[in-house]
């Protein structure tokens, strides 16, 4: 019984990482993904600004956890930033292709309609790219959720990733490999979860999903 | 009324025109056509009409105010593929276009294009044919002093084009928009409009004739 909670407690925990880290990177994502797309062109294919944009987006999230530890020591907060670090960059790039590939024939007629500014990026813009975003944001929550794993076997003091490391040391196999199938199981219903928002909030959406 | 003064345009500095001096008048709430071969520049006036592009020279003025290079609600283009938003019902495409939440106008307007019983279906649940009276009635509601329809019932089959065409007419003896009709096919414009321009087919386009009917 005891053990029963305390995998609920663990799943729990890497559960509230990964959807706290993902949130915050589709916020940021979103945000600067737009702002991006808007930028003159000039500005847009500078190499110095490409290569700010695109360069951090390489360092796999597992090589940020020292640096985040460094900085934010050990903790919720740790977790939910190496988490970010992994969500960002799939919500970031296909936001900004996203809102890149709109249709001319659609940005033509929204400025027809003399729709301009902030209207335009939040009334078509953003609208037009969201079946793309939502390809980021799955591969995000994906990304991140390997990245949380990852982030508690180094220095959690809770989550699956710690219980892995636990149980492994305590030569507990059984629980070990319990571990390993719920971070399966998880993984595979957040993922799920996400292609029924994505149901839900794009039901125009052509793409479909199987 | 619309004028279109001496109109040229080419795409690359160093590349010939598309379209050289053109010049013509469309006087408000007529029916006029324009047509010429394909390749003959008549989209390229489309855009410059609408403001989508800048031209190498030349200018719109719309009742003496020069918009060229300036989109507005003026002159509207309803384009060759679909330009309706994928993310808005009928309803909502039709509202946003008019800019404030008159439901009144929205029901004429979804009755002036026969999509009773359609205001919740989103553009990819429409048929062809329906997309395109969606594209005409958002047009209607941004109420331009210009509709211009460049080839915008082309892709359909010709049945529907003629059914199309007349219902066009209809709306149009409604309302009495000033209309420019864009097509490749001159007998499209046969008891439609009032005054067909025809484009050359060399290159750069010019008009060829102007004909009043």
């Known amino acids: ?210 | 009324m619309i004028e279109f003064c001496n109109l040229s345009h080419r795409y690359d500095e160093k590349g010939g025109y598309v379209i050289k001096d053109i010049s013509f008048i469309v006087e408000k709430g007529s029916f006029v056509g324009l047509t010429g071969p394909s390749g003959s520049g008549k989209s390229t006036l489309a855009s410059i009409a609408a403001g989508h592009i800048l031209p190498s020279s030349g200018k719109v003025i719309v009742d003496g105010k020069n918009l060229t290079g300036r989109p507005s609600k003026e002159i509207f283009l309803v384009h060759q593929s679909t330009d309706l938003f994928p993310w808005q019902t009928v309803e909502k495409q039709i509202l946003f276009a008019l800019g404030k939440k008159d439901f009144q106008k929205v029901d004429n307007l979804i009755k002036l294009v026969r999509l009773s019983g359609y205001e919740n279906y989103y553009p990819n649940q429409l048929s062809g044919g329906m997309q395109k009276r969606l594209s005409l009635a958002r047009a209607l509601a941004v109420n331009p002093k210009l509709l211009i329809l460049d080839e915008s019932f082309n892709s359909l089959d010709s049945k529907l084009k003629i059914e199309l065409f007349q219902e066009l007419k209809k709306i149009w003896g409604i309302i009495m928009t000033t209309i420019l009709l864009i097509t490749h096919d001159s007998e499209d414009l046969e008891y439609l409009v009032q005054k067909e321009i025809k484009l050359t087919s060399q290159k750069p386009s010019q008009i060829l004739e102007l004909k009043k009917r």
């Open chain 1, 1 to 210: 019984m005891q053990n029963l909670l305390g995998i609920l407690v663990n799943c729990m925990f890497s559960i509230e990482r990964v959807l706290m880290g993902v949130i915050m990177a589709i916020i940021a994502g979103i945000f600067i993904g737009l702002i991006r797309s808007i930028l003159p062109y000039k500005i847009k294919s500078n190499k110095i600004i490409k290569f700010l944009f695109e360069a951090p987006k390489f360092p796999p999230p597992i090589a940020w956890i020292p640096f985040v530890i460094l900085i934010f020591g050990i903790g919720e907060l740790s977790a939910w930033i190496i988490v970010f670090i992994g969500a960002f960059s799939p919500v970031f790039t296909n936001t900004y292709e996203g809102a890149e590939s709109v249709p001319l024939v659609i940005k033509n007629t929204a400025c027809s309609m003399e729709i301009q500014g902030y209207k335009y990026l939040w009334l078509i813009i953003l609208p037009a790219s969201l079946p793309q975003i939502f390809t980021g944001i799955r591969i995000g929550l994906s990304v991140g959720w390997m990245a949380v794993i990852a982030a508690e076997m180094i220095s959690g003091q809770t989550g699956l990733g710690y219980s892995i490391q636990l149980n492994r040391l305590n030569l507990q196999y059984d629980l070990m490999t319990l571990d390993m199938i719920l971070i399966g199981l998880i993984g595979f219903l957040l993922f799920e979860g996400l292609i029924y928002l994505e149901r839900i909030i794009l039901p125009w959406s052509e793409r479909t999903i199987i």
